[in-house]
């Protein structure tokens, strides 16, 4: 059968709106960073009245997307802190948890850590309007990860966990979104805590990291395959015992306590980005391109799992 040119011409640009998908907005995020950052005051605990407005704004972002968003509030010491959750599916059963944390460790913007993972849930929000995944999907952006109260049962992500468990929801999983904007190409730019794991990994910082413990559940083994078969973005999966220094260091620690399958993204902080907890960490030093293909990641894993 002969085709014309022309027919053939509008086949194929048929056949490219049928393959072309949503995906993550550069400039978008530009913008999502430079709220959370450029703040009057640090986003710090002692700073409950800038938390707020940067709750506030996590809100707003998530209400243009989302009829189903609420606030989880808990006292420490006297004063309120405040979970913000955006859910979508919410006719479906089991969910799937994706969180970040909001709050900062002192006198610091915090742009990698941890706006980059917050930008990331708002830009999620977007993507996953109008979506029809096969899982209840809860966006959370947490208060209180940072010392003085990271590993207490202060954390937004524990007072989340707890609820989760408390109420019986049938959870499939959950990721913690730790860091992940930073990136470098040159070689011996990245670290590793134990040395030899360089021999593994190599020495450039060029790649987003998929960190699970040994017996990491069903959820992380699944949703890391389909992942790292996407191939958005050079991606390396890690796996070690608890007790290794920096694979707990995130909120999905706290899931892991309530016996939920969880494992965090992440740049691997501080054996990369050395801005990490310094004024120096703003967001003219992320690579905002590979971060949006983390976040693409993310978000088509998302709506393909069975």
């Known amino acids: 059968m002969h085709i014309s040119k022309p027919l053939l011409a509008a086949l194929l640009s048929l056949t490219s709106l049928c393959h072309a998908t949503i995906s993550t907005d550069t400039t978008i995020l ?25 709750a506030d704004f996590i809100k707003s972002v998530f209400r243009r997307y989302s009829d189903s968003v ?43 850590d941890n706006a980059s993972g917050v930008a990331g849930l708002l830009e999620l929000a977007r993507l996953l309007k109008g979506q029809k995944p096969n899982y209840r999907i809860d966006l959370v952006a947490f208060s209180l990860e940072e010392p ?3 590993k207490t049962s202060f954390m937004g992500s524990y007072i989340h966990a707890k609820s989760l468990a408390d109420s019986k929801t ?20 990245q670290s590793y805590p134990v040395g ?17 413990k040994f017996g990491q ?57 050395k801005n990490y907890h310094e ?15 983390v976040i693409d990641g993310v978000f088509e894993t998302l709506v393909s799992l069975p």
């Open 30 to 54: 530009k913008t999502y960073l430079t709220t959370l950052t450029q703040t009057d005051k640090f986003r710090t605990e002692e700073n409950v009245g800038q938390l707020n407005k940067t």
């Open 170 to 189: 049938r959870v499939f999983g959950m990721i913690s979104l730790e860091m992940i904007g930073y990136f470098k190409d040159e070689k011996h730019t």
């Open 148 to 150: 003085p109260y990271f």
């Open 70 to 112: 609420s606030t989880q509030e808990y006292q420490v010491n006297g004063r309120t802190y405040q979970n913000i959750i955006c859910s979508f599916a919410t006719d479906k059963a089991e969910r799937i948890i994706i969180g970040a944390h909001y709050d900062v460790c002192g006198q610091q913007q915090g742009a990698d």
């Open 217 to 273: 559940g069903k959820f992380t083994r699944k949703f890391c395959r389909s992942y790292k078969s996407l191939h958005t973005i050079r991606t390396k999966t890690f796996a070690g015992p608890t007790a290794l220094p920096g694979i707990d260091f995130s909120d999905h620690l706290n899931y892991w306590k309530f016996g939920f399958s969880a494992f965090m993204i992440t740049d691997t902080s501080f054996y990369r980005n």
């Open 196 to 212: 030899f794991l360089s021999l593994i990994y190599g020495s450039r910082g060029d790649y987003i990291t998929l960190v699970k």
């Open 279 to 293: 004024p120096t960490d703003t967001p003219d030093t992320l690579d905002i391109k590979r971060m949006a293909k």
